[in-house]
């Protein structure tokens, strides 16, 4: 049964839509509002606008749920593998076990680069960054596989979407390779998705490379952790991107770009960097105080939508300590450090007060550096397995017949017209 809410501005009164999802906040169209009264809505950071429709990510923030086309984070991240999470994305139901054995042949059938692409690393310098790394290379996709880059043809997007979730794994690894300075490894097809990152991050020619099962499970968790979550930034801007019709490539490079920023992917890499900037326990309360103080933040924690436990951060701490268990140390003063300010970040009245919880980040950075990851391939990782979000979204974004190019309106604050000056004349 369709609401109506009524906008009244001076003695004009305008009805409005409300539209019901299948579940969350309802929301009002304000679509024809500037044709029929001449005014825009007002909404820097997007916090009570929905962009878009979408079947495929539900988040509860409040309540701290996740689900993926209707199926919860945990159940998945237990469940599922990542792969078989990248089908559910791509196409809204979870595969027959021919569907995905399909899935999975031409995923892995799509992981190796041209070899004229290897070239593209060493432009690089040795040092640089491997978020710097994959925004060009990724971009620099395009100008290799000319034959999905038209968006119109869905059986082009279809293929491009593949080789993005195909290649990612290695075009991460090979940004780490290069900045270690050790020979690229090329894919291997009798290896699963997160196994085969794995070999190609980690082994070198000088020894044989064994998968271990715990580290396996850990990435392939990691990655399906990360793999989607509704219209953050980066997927925003690579539907923003899309909305113009650019190559899915390009898209995707721009949001690369999106998510290295410190506010999103980059907090896994900020938030290890603070624990050791801690360092030790007893150094909590001054650091906490600093944060009261407004003087930073404490990295890994908040979100914009989770005002509730991140579901996604329950099953991180447990992938942590499992990890840690196999290869690390459990008495690694990090995770020490880290056990404890969450104990204080969740029992002070100024994180209770603003619904501040641990989020993802929180646990991945020492996760990942006990795997043996820098801090610098942290949000490269992030990059990898947000990928096939990006593309779900992208691609239904294409599906919907009422597809417009993205373009928000403003509220001018600037100056009224007035006339240019020569520069003798200006003083
Ligand atoms: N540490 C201390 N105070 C915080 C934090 C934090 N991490 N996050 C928010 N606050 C405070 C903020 O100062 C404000 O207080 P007040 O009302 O007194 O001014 C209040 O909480 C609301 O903050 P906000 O900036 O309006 O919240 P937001 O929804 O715009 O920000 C956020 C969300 C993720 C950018 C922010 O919580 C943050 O900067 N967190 C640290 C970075 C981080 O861990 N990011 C990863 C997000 S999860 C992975 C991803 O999706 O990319």
Same mark, same amino acid.
């Given at each position: 049964?369709?609401?109506?809410?009524?906008?009244?501005?001076?003695?004009?009164?305008?009805?409005?839509?409300?539209?019901?999802?299948?579940?969350?906040?309802?929301?009002?169209?304000?679509?024809?509002?500037?044709?029929?009264?001449?005014?825009f809505t007002f909404d820097p950071g997007f916090t009570s606008t929905a962009s878009c429709?979408?079947?495929?990510?539900?988040?509860?923030?409040?309540?701290?749920v996740l689900l993926h086309r209707g199926y919860p984070i945990e159940q998945l991240a237990?469940?599922?593998?990542?792969?078989?999470?990248?089908?559910?994305?791509?196409?809204?139901?979870?595969?027959?076990?021919?569907?995905?054995?399909?899935?999975?042949?031409?995923?892995?059938?799509?992981?190796?680069?041209?070899?004229?692409?290897?070239?593209? !690393? =060493?432009?690089?310098?040795? $040092?640089?960054? %491997?978020?710097?790394?994959? #925004?060009? +290379?990724?971009?620099?996709?395009?100008?290799?596989?000319?034959?999905?880059?038209?968006?119109?043809?869905?059986?082009?997007?279809?293929?491009?979407?593949?080789?993005?979730?195909?290649?990612?794994?290695?075009?991460?690894?090979?940004?780490?390779?290069?900045?270690?300075?050790?020979?690229?490894?090329?894919?291997?097809?009798?290896?699963?998705?997160?196994?085969?990152?794995?070999?190609?991050? !980690? =082994?070198?020619?000088?020894? $044989?490379?064994? %998968?271990?099962?715990?580290? #396996?499970? +850990?990435?392939?968790?990691?990655?399906?952790?990360?793999?989607?979550?509704?219209?953050?930034?980066?997927?925003?801007?690579?539907?923003?991107?899309?909305?113009?019709?650019?190559?899915?490539?390009?898209?995707?490079?721009?949001?690369?770009?999106?998510?290295?920023?410190?506010?999103?992917?980059?907090?896994?890499?900020?938030?290890?960097?603070?624990?050791?900037?801690?360092?030790?326990?007893?150094?909590?309360?001054?650091?906490?105080?600093?944060?009261?103080?407004?003087?930073?933040?404490?990295?890994?924690?908040?979100?914009?939508?989770?005002?509730?436990?991140?579901?996604?951060?329950?099953?991180?701490?447990?992938?942590?300590?499992?990890?840690?268990?196999?290869?690390?140390?459990?008495?690694?003063?990090?995770?020490?450090?880290?056990?404890?300010?969450?104990?204080?970040?969740?029992?002070?009245?100024?994180?209770?007060?603003?619904?501040?919880?641990?989020?993802?980040?929180?646990?991945?950075?020492?996760?990942?550096?006990?795997?043996?990851?820098?801090?610098?391939?942290?949000?490269?990782?992030?990059?990898?397995?947000?990928?096939?979000?990006?593309?779900?979204?992208?691609?239904?974004?294409?599906?919907?017949?009422?597809?417009?190019?993205?373009?928000?309106?403003?509220?001018?604050?600037?100056?009224?017209?007035?006339?240019?000056?020569?520069?003798?004349?200006?003083?």
């Amino acid at each position: 049964m369709a609401e109506n809410a009524t906008l009244t501005i001076g003695n004009t009164s305008y009805d409005l839509q409300v539209i019901k999802g299948t579940t969350g906040p309802d929301v009002i169209d304000v679509r024809k509002l500037y044709d029929e009264s001449g005014v825009f809505t007002f909404d820097p950071g997007f916090t009570s606008t929905a962009s878009c429709e979408s079947k495929i990510t539900y988040i509860d923030g409040d309540a701290g749920v996740l689900l993926h086309r209707g199926y919860p984070i945990e159940q998945l991240a237990y469940n599922s593998s990542f792969l078989e999470v990248c089908y559910l994305l791509l196409n809204g139901e979870l595969p027959t076990a021919a569907e995905f054995a399909d899935f999975d042949k031409t995923i892995t059938y799509h992981t190796m680069l041209h070899a004229q692409f290897d070239r593209f !690393f =060493s432009g690089f310098r040795s $040092d640089a960054h %491997p978020m710097a790394i994959m #925004t060009g +290379a990724v971009g620099a996709l395009s100008a290799f596989y000319h034959d999905s880059i038209n968006v119109d043809d869905p059986e082009q997007r279809k293929i491009s979407a593949h080789r993005l979730i195909a290649k990612m794994p290695t075009i991460a690894a090979r940004a780490y390779k290069y900045s270690v300075g050790q020979p690229f490894v090329t894919p291997r097809n009798d290896l699963s998705y997160a196994e085969n990152f794995l070999r190609m991050a !980690f =082994s070198v020619p000088a020894e $044989d490379w064994r %998968p271990n099962p715990v580290l #396996t499970r +850990a990435m392939d968790r990691i990655f399906i952790l990360h793999a989607d979550h509704e219209q953050n930034a980066s997927t925003s801007t690579v539907r923003l991107a899309g909305s113009s019709g650019a190559n899915p490539f390009a898209c995707i490079a721009a949001g690369i770009a999106c998510l290295w920023g410190p506010s999103h992917g980059g907090a896994n890499e900020e938030a290890l960097m603070m624990l050791r900037e801690i360092g030790t326990v007893d150094r909590i309360p001054e650091y906490v105080q600093g944060v009261k103080d407004r003087k930073y933040r404490l990295m890994g924690f908040g979100h914009r939508v989770y005002k509730n436990y991140d579901p996604r951060a329950k099953v991180m701490q447990e992938t942590c300590h499992e990890v840690l268990k196999e290869v690390g140390d459990p008495d690694d003063p990090l995770l020490k450090v880290a056990m404890e300010l969450e104990k204080i970040a969740l029992n002070d009245e100024y994180f209770v007060e603003r619904k501040l919880y641990p989020n993802v980040d929180f646990y991945s950075g020492i996760t990942l550096k006990a795997m043996g990851f820098p801090t610098t391939m942290f949000t490269a990782l992030f990059a990898l397995a947000r990928t096939v979000g990006w593309i779900s979204q992208w691609k239904e974004m294409f599906e919907d017949p009422r597809r417009k190019i993205g373009r928000p309106r403003q509220l001018y604050n600037g100056p009224l017209q007035r006339d240019y000056v020569a520069i003798d004349k200006r003083g």
